[in-house]
């Protein structure tokens, strides 16, 4: 009995961090936020956005909030890492990553990607530095979530940057 309760508790414990990507707006952008603005992308958009990147895009809709407070555009993007699905908030600031914070993973904890890592993306711009083993250090037993978190900023940057091209 004592291991079943003991199991349960781990487990629980594995997902209390995770939070609703409405909690993580609430939480980091208090009365800054203007209304949700959902991105229907075209086909054309879709493929721009993917040659800019260099990922692969699997949703043509795409959740984005403007930051009243400082004109910044936040986007949530939920992809899967393994198995999985890993849930991201990335703002976007002057065409550069602003803040990036991982705000579900549904993976087991010890490949999501440490804090540490995370911040090695913040001012950084859509170019090929923006790759594992340029700007970006590989992440030792965690190399799916290294991929699936740089290759949603990559996509997030292009994203930000087509959306722009038009206004």
């Not at 043509?60 to 930051?67: D, V």
């Not at 990553?97 to 990607?113: A, D, G, H, N, V």
């Not at 037993?141 to 722009?164: D, E, F, P, W």
Request: glycine content about 2%.
């Amino acid at each position: 009995m004592l291991k079943l309760i003991s199991l349960l508790l781990l487990i629980n414990t594995s997902w209390a961090a995770n939070r609703t990507y409405q909690a993580a707006l609430e939480e980091n952008y208090p009365n800054c936020l203007a209304d949700k603005e959902i991105i229907y992308l075209t086909n054309e958009q879709k493929s721009k956005i993917e040659e800019l990147s260099g990922a692969k895009v699997l949703s043509k809709i795409k959740i984005k909030y403007f930051n009243k407070c400082n004109g910044s555009a936040i986007y949530i993007d939920s992809h899967i890492v393994r198995t999985l699905n890993e849930t991201l908030l990335i703002e976007i600031k002057e065409g550069k990553i602003e803040k990036l914070e991982t705000i579900s993973f549904m993976e087991p904890q010890e490949y999501k990607s440490p804090t540490k890592w995370i911040a090695k993306f913040l001012k950084k711009q859509l170019d090929e530095k923006l790759r594992i083993n340029a700007d970006i250090d590989a992440l030792s037993g965690a190399t799916l979530t290294a991929v699936a978190v740089t290759n949603a900023s990559r996509k997030i940057l292009a994203l930000h940057q087509v959306l722009n091209e038009k206004k």
